[in-house]
């Protein structure tokens, strides 16, 4: 009796295949390679799309950075306007240009994305 997926839905399916320790090793390596530690997910993807995208994250982690840098400024900036009822010009201008900074890493990584084949 041949099954389908449809009588196998809700059964998960799971596929073994031999390796030399070579191969393991090189599946491993890539595996490191593209950041991840879920040999499942790793494999399921590349046999599903053909593909793992490797990303460079020291990107994301400098605009995680910048961006908890001008969340700080702008809460000590309304701190300060609560206090005192008003704030500096300068202070406004400083965390407008830390925005646009932002505003443009940002748009250089969506373009690089956009970029990917």
Do not use: C
Request: hydrophobic residues 35%; glycine residues 4%.
């Amino acid at each position: 009796m041949k099954r389908t997926l449809e009588t196998m839905s809700n059964r998960k399916i799971y596929a073994k295949f031999r390796l030399t320790p070579e191969e393991w090793q090189i599946i491993h390596d890539r595996m490191e390679s593209v950041g991840t530690k879920n040999l499942s997910a790793y494999l399921r993807r590349l046999v599903l799309t053909g593909h793992v995208i490797e990303v460079d994250m020291s990107d994301f982690r400098e605009i995680r950075r910048l961006v908890s840098i001008e969340s700080n400024n702008l809460n000590q900036y309304a701190r300060r306007a609560n206090e005192t009822g008003s704030i500096y010009k300068a202070d406004i201008k400083e965390l407008q240009k830390s925005h646009e900074e932002l505003i443009r890493l940002l748009g250089e990584l969506l373009q690089r994305f956009n970029n990917i084949e």
